[in-house]
């Protein structure tokens, strides 16, 4: 998919802002995710045009920090908390049900775009372990058998 010109004038603007170091570099990925939701190989091209860096160092830069994204979000974004109370009371085991209800791996988006799974350290309210949340809607908790059903609520 070609990138739009919008969006070359929003990276070009970016990256008049940074200096094309290391640390330009970081900020101008960051910027450039926060507003695609991910960083496509045409956003990676077009910041290695206008800084003159390799698009191979910057995927090397960008692969170096695990909080840059590589694929298009899910529409759903879930999150399984794997913190301490929640893992006592089966966290991975949620974690796993949904790997096999959604036939997808934590970390990745469903094929049809829809929902994108996803662990966290704690979702701030270990009382009602185990927690999952959807799109910041708070599942308290939740068992392996209750996932159908949570799922069947997000229709698009
Ligand atoms: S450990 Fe799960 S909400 Fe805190």
Redesign the pocket.
């Known amino acids: 998919m070609a990138i739009v010109k919008s969006d070359v004038s929003f990276i070009e603007n970016v990256v008049a802002k940074y200096p094309t170091t290391k640390g330009g570099i970081v900020a101008i990925l960051q910027e450039i995710q926060e507003r695609e939701g991910y960083l496509s190989p045409d956003a990676l091209d077009e910041t290695a045009r206008l800084t003159g860096i390799s698009v191979n160092e910057i995927y090397g830069v960008a692969t170096f920090y695990s909080f840059y994204k590589f694929n298009p979000p899910g529409r759903h974004v879930i999150q399984v908390?794997?913190?301490?109370?929640?893992?006592v009371r089966g966290?991975s085991k949620i974690l796993k049900e949904l790997e096999r209800l959604l036939k997808i791996k934590v970390g990745e988006v469903t094929p049809d775009g829809k929902f994108e799974l996803n662990r966290i350290?704690?979702?701030?309210?270990?009382a009602?372990?185990?927690?999952v949340a959807i799109d910041g809607k708070f599942y308290p908790r939740v068992t392996a058998r209750k996932l159908p059903a949570i799922l069947a609520e997000y229709q698009d």
């Open positions: 908390c794997l913190g301490t109370a929640c893992h966290g350290a704690c979702l701030g309210c270990c009602l372990e185990p927690v």
